[in-house]
């Protein structure tokens, strides 16, 4: 058969994968008080808007029940496949879910491992991606971290870290990661302490002096990820990068890519939607000749 033909010719490699987080609040589907609140509508047209290859959402509250009726009518109006069951550690609820569009010879699954979802509190769930242009399999973990202590948020972070890069140096970490970003990471906007509510003082912490807690943040960069948004902002120059994505000023939902992904970084934007959280998005470039890899101190 001849070589051109289009039905033997292989796969484009896509010029962009797309990579998107949204904490639901309560699945979407209920108000904080427990009552029924069906924002999922919106929260699909927002998702549908972005068009992620591969999506990451926490607090999946009822999406278990009567039969896993709401991610089904999420995978139908997405779109869009299971990575991974729903995975939720030690919590009685919720729990996180990663969902792709399936692509032949472009963008499929050859793994998942959910091994040590335990060690989270919310559950921690790792895919394995071949995607065209990339040299190796693409590792994605999708967190939400614990509000407990900062330091049981940041064992939480190194157990994502260490083995999502276990398996590829092609790496993301994305979610919320309830906690204030590196030092310099929020361009210089961290809010005061004394008008920050009770919620999120329990969920970022501050130490005694007034200052935020980097804890998780800085362990996520001595494990070798860095925080997409930070980096962009310094390559880019906009500022706006570093804007809030929750309730009281701080940047907790967060994309952090190993070094190998740095160099194909080209976007990411908050998406506002019927949360309390902004989704991210970030955006690779698979076309992208690598560049030599960037310094860590200068890409933390």
């Keep these: 058969m001849d070589s051109t033909d289009p039905t033997t010719a292989p796969a484009p490699a896509p010029e962009l994968l797309k990579v998107m987080s949204v ?19 919106r929260i699909a047209a927002d998702i549908g808007a972005a068009a ?33 069951r729903l995975v939720h550690g030690r919590a009685p609820f919720g729990g996180n879910l ?27 769930g790792i895919a394995l991606f071949h995607v ?20 049981a948020a940041a064992t939480e972070a190194v157990w994502a870290a260490d083995r999502v890069l276990r398996y590829s140096d092609h790496a993301v970490v994305i979610g919320d990661l309830n906690s204030h970003p590196a030092h ?33 943040a800085e362990r996520l960069v001595g494990s070798g990820l860095y925080d997409a948004a930070a980096h962009l902002a310094r390559r880019t120059g906009l500022t706006t990068h570093y804007a809030a994505t929750g309730r009281g000023g701080v940047r907790v939902d967060r994309a952090h890519l190993s070094r190998l992904l ?7 934007h908050r998406i506002p939607t019927a949360s309390d959280h902004h989704a991210i998005a970030i955006a690779l470039d698979l076309a992208a000749p690598i560049a030599s890899l960037p310094n ?3 890409a933390r």
Excluded: F
């Excluded at 693409?138 to 509000?147: D, E, F, R, S």
């Excluded at 310099?184 to 807690?213: E, F, M």
């Excluded at 740095?262 to 990411?268: A, G, K, S, V």
């Design 23 to 41: 904490n639901l609040q309560h699945g979407g589907v209920r108000a904080p008080t427990g009552r029924p609140q069906h924002r999922w509508p």
């Design 52 to 84: 992620p290859d591969i999506l990451v959402l926490q607090e999946c509250h009822g999406w278990r029940d009567h039969l896993h009726e709401q991610l089904y009518r999420a995978l139908n109006d997405l779109d869009m496949r299971v990575a991974g």
């Design 98 to 124: 990663m969902l792709y569009r399936h692509q032949p010879g472009v963008l499929e699954q050859v793994g998942w491992s959910d091994a040590y979802e335990r060690e989270h509190y919310n559950g921690l």
């Design 132 to 151: 065209a242009g990339l040299p190796e399999r693409l590792a994605v973990a999708g967190v939400h971290l614990t509000t407990v202590t900062p330091e």
């Design 184 to 216: 310099g990471d929020d361009g210089g906007t961290a809010p005061d302490p004394r008008d920050i509510t009770k919620d999120l003082d329990r969920t970022c912490r501050w130490h005694a002096d007034g200052s935020p807690n980097r804890t998780v």
């Design 262 to 268: 740095l160099d194909r970084l080209l976007d990411y």
């Design 296 to 298: 860590p101190q200068s």
